[in-house]
């Protein structure tokens, strides 16, 4: 399977910490609005959209949000809660395995079922250790994660070797959407020292402090969900600052 959105991110991550701008088809109110708000992420200097969400996400709710999005010229990501979120509309999905979950399902079972359809579609795969961190929201419930406190570096980091021993190249570090703190910046800085994973980090990013916080702690990629919707202007601020902290 072709590399390009692998390429793409490795590529622009040379220059420092990406945006990526995670959007869920089931809390999009307006999807009239979605393309102006859209082009606005990108044109602040997001670099892909995160397409997903855990509750109430159909494959229609998917390709609805896919086809809109199709025109901007950066990658859109499948970011998959279960088996049924895979479309080939998508340029790659994040291929998730729920790293700390004591649901093998989430391990290795979804993962199993959804390959033959990936292969089929040709859709390029972003293999990617999945890590519950601190709060854990909706996807860490559903997950059934053994949530990795966020105090905890060293059990983080001993995740993510094992992840990176297996071959795999990201590691998404997730506090859970909503989560009232952020990963901190010290498990980020640690595993980006003894790594050489791409790692991305999200859940509870509401401000410009703390996305720089965690660009100079080592992440390679900062996500943010909610501020979209609650706040697109907080976002855009968001996303600003990461840009101009890479020109630096
Ligand atoms: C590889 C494939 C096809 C599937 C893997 C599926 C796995 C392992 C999922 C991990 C567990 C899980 C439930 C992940 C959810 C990831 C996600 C889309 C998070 C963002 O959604 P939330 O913001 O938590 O959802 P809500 O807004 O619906 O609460
Ligand atoms: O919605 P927020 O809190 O920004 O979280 C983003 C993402 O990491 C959730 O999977
Ligand atoms: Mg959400």
Excluded: C, W
């Amino acid at each position: 399977m072709k590399e390009k959105i692998s390429k793409y991110i490795q590529q622009l991550s040379e220059e420092g910490a990406l945006h990526f701008s995670l959007i869920d088809p089931d809390k999009i109110s307006n999807l009239d609005k979605l393309d102006s708000l859209a082009r606005k992420l990108y044109e602040a200097g997001t670099s892909a959209f995160l397409i997903g969400g855990t509750l109430g996400v159909s494959k229609d709710k998917l390709d609805n949000v896919l086809e809109i999005l199709s025109d901007i010229k950066i990658p859109k990501i499948i970011f998959p809660s279960n088996i049924n979120l895979i479309s080939e509309k998508a340029d790659a999905i994040l291929f998730l395995s729920l790293l700390n979950s004591d649901d093998i399902y989430y391990v290795i079972g979804a993962q199993v079922v959804a390959a033959p359809l990936i292969k089929k579609l040709g859709i390029e795969v972003l293999p990617t250790g999945y890590l519950i961190i601190g709060y854990g929201g909706t996807a860490g419930h559903i997950g059934r994660a053994r949530i990795i406190p966020f105090d905890n570096n060293d059990l983080a980091l001993s995740y993510a070797l094992a992840a990176e021993f297996m071959g795999m190249k990201f590691l998404y570090l997730e506090a859970g959407s909503g989560s009232p703190e952020p990963v901190k910046p010290e498990m980020v800085s640690l595993i980006r020292r003894f790594t050489n994973l791409t790692i991305i980090v999200g859940g509870g990013i509401r401000t410009q402090e703390t996305a720089i916080k965690l660009a100079e702690a080592g992440a390679h990629i900062i996500v943010t969900g909610n501020i979209i919707e609650d706040n697109p202007e907080k976002a855009i601020k968001i996303i600003e600052s990461i840009r101009n902290y890479r020109r630096v």
